[in-house]
């Protein structure tokens, strides 16, 4: 990756107007002044914040961007996502409403009040969210110093098994911060953690299910399962999507994957083990 220097055209932008395309459209920034340097990008040099909107960048005082960070490619696979995103994501919460309210009522006895889990976790660009989903383990203070493994009800692991416990994650899809399809939600604090490479994930939306997920789920090891994340981010299409939407209810109806051996979900992920990933296969 190399480095941009984003400059405004005298009189016209403001630093704080250069901040705001800097956060949309490239991935990191740094400023300087009224001046917004280091900016991660694989392509370019100079480029003017004016320059941002327009598929096709005037030429000014600097040597503009061939063509800007998200091609017109790029643009029209987030807006054909964006749209089939909202379209699934009503469509399920309707169809599974029944399903939405055994479900609360089963939490509700098991578990108590509340019936929801919410936690912060790193979106698009490593922006922070807060995630919804159905309770499925006993709060610490009522298990005692247990690990998650001890936590999990019977209720939560067959909400788990079955993804019921994903589906208030459909109003994160609405809003915007997740989609159908992509690299799942980690925790905030892996992200100090991530190699340079596995930092990638970032570069598109969360999803409710992804390669990994099709591919293993928790049953891989972490190394490979970020490498299948980033896998996905160079491989983004519609034709993808819609092998992982389909595999995905193969997964969920045949229960595959579901939690790596003496752990409820995952074991932490403490850094990269420079293992290679081998198990990157083809849609």
Not at 96 to 103: C, R
Not at 157 to 165: A, E, K, N, P, Q
Not at 177 to 182: A, L, P, Q, T
Request: charged share 25%.
């Amino acid at each position: 990756m190399g480095h941009a220097i984003l400059a405004p055209k005298p009189g016209k932008t403001s630093r704080k107007r250069i901040v705001r395309r800097a956060e949309r459209w490239l991935v990191d920034y740094e400023t300087e002044g009224n001046t917004v340097v280091n900016l991660t990008h694989s392509q370019c040099q100079y480029i003017h914040a004016d320059d941002l909107r327009s598929p096709s960048p005037r030429r000014g005082d600097f040597t503009p961007l061939p063509r800007y960070t998200r091609s017109m490619e790029d643009r029209c696979i987030s807006g054909w996502i964006r749209g089939r995103d909202v379209a699934l994501a009503v469509i399920t919460a309707i169809a599974a409403a029944p399903i939405w309210g055994v479900a609360s009522v089963c939490v509700r006895v098991d578990l108590g009040a509340p019936v929801l889990f919410k936690q912060e976790r790193p979106g698009l660009r490593g922006r922070p969210f807060l995630m919804v989903k159905f309770r499925t383990m006993r709060a610490i203070e009522a298990a005692g110093a247990g690990s998650d493994e001890e936590r999990l009800t019977p209720l939560g692991r067959f909400l788990r098994s079955t993804s019921i416990d994903e589906l208030p994650t459909l109003w994160n899809v609405l809003r915007g911060d997740m989609s159908i399809v992509g690299p799942r939600p980690l925790l905030m604090e892996y992200l100090d953690r991530y190699s340079p490479e596995q930092a990638r994930r970032h570069e598109v939306k969360p999803g409710i299910t992804g390669w990994a997920q099709v591919n293993g789920r928790n049953a891989l090891s972490w190394d490979e399962r970020l490498a299948m994340d980033v896998w996905y981010v160079d491989n983004r299409s519609w034709l993808l999507d819609a092998s992982i939407l389909w595999r995905t209810i193969v997964r969920v109806l045949f229960r595959e994957g579901i939690s790596a051996p003496g752990h409820a979900t995952m074991p932490d992920f403490l850094g990269p083990t420079g293992t290679v990933c081998e198990r990157i296969i083809d849609p």
